[in-house]
């Protein structure tokens, strides 16, 4: 079974953190240590930014705890899918080392890249055609 601690630390002036609790261990830990996962059509998958809607289910970034919430059917049940839950890109993402519960400075998890040096607005604005 996975040895985890539930660690505190500071967030903020007000030094509280949210506490979720992992679907695999069952042990509580700070949100920022775990992973989001929700159920997107079928398919179980890492919520990177964890702002995906819908529920979501929250495991440590640890290979034993997505096993163990595997083989006890805790991802359906948490995530209340009826049915068959596909998990293989999930497996995948934990077995490749892409999933972290640490979260950037900003708090948003892995950053959203941006497409070229433009900003959101010249985007906008290019794609507005004036009339003369």
């Known amino acids: 079974m996975a040895q985890h601690q539930l660690t505190t630390s500071s967030h903020g002036a007000s030094g509280h953190q949210p506490v979720r609790t992992c679907v695999g261990c069952r042990k509580r830990g700070l949100r920022s240590e ?22 979501g289910a929250w495991l440590h970034p640890d290979q034993r705890c997505l ?12 995530l209340r899918v009826s049915g068959q839950l596909d998990t293989g890109e999930l497996e995948d993402s934990f077995a490749s080392g892409l999933v972290s519960g640490t979260q950037d400075e900003e708090g948003y998890g892995r950053p959203v890249p ?3 040096n433009e900003s959101r607005s010249t985007r906008h604005e290019s794609a507005v055609k004036l009339k003369p």
């Open 34 to 55: 775990l992973v989001r996962v929700v159920a997107l059509r079928g398919r179980a998958v890492v919520d990177h930014r964890r702002r995906l809607p819908g529920r």
């Open 114 to 116: 941006r497409r070229g």
């Open 67 to 78: 096993t163990q919430a595997i083989r006890r059917k805790a991802l359906p049940r948490a």
